[in-house]
């Protein structure tokens, strides 16, 4: 049964930094096209950033672009997203998802991703 579980949401003060994880159970990570996303109260989910399979190329949103970093650990099964510089907009709930036809590439459309996490929220206040 394939299973993506993200972690490391929390609390963090403008200006700050949080490491969300998504670890896979059940399928080899790095054949898949891994996507972050996020949905805050009231808005659609929107695609943050994306990493594609077998050390395929990378992708971000602009709004995140030079303060989030995507990242693979084939070792652990997991992909990172550090996220440096928090801000206040980018509280949400984040998710991780997973492709498997996109191979090497890396697209941010959720209608995209056929697997998701269960989400792990960030808030950025002060």
């Known amino acids: 049964q394939l299973q993506l579980v993200e972690s490391g949401g929390g609390l963090v003060q403008p200006g700050g930094s949080l490491r969300l994880s998504c670890a896979a159970s059940?399928?080899?990570?790095?054949?898949?096209?891994i996507g972050w996303f996020r949905q805050a109260p009231g808005k659609e989910r929107e695609g943050v950033s994306c990493?594609?399979?077998?050390?395929?190329?990378?992708d971000y949103v602009d709004s995140v672009k030079g303060r989030f970093t995507v990242s693979r650990d084939n070792a652990k099964n997991t992909v990172y997203l550090q996220m440096n510089s928090l801000k206040p907009e980018d509280t949400a709930v984040y998710y991780c998802?997973?492709?498997?036809?996109?191979?090497?590439?890396?697209?941010?459309?959720?209608?995209?991703?056929?697997?998701w996490g269960q989400g792990t929220q960030v808030t950025v206040s002060s």
């Open positions: 059940g399928f080899t990570l790095d054949y898949y096209t």
């Open positions: 990493i594609g399979s077998r050390g395929g190329s990378t």
């Open positions: 998802a997973a492709n498997a036809r996109l191979i090497g590439l890396c697209v941010l459309s959720k209608f995209d991703y056929d697997y």
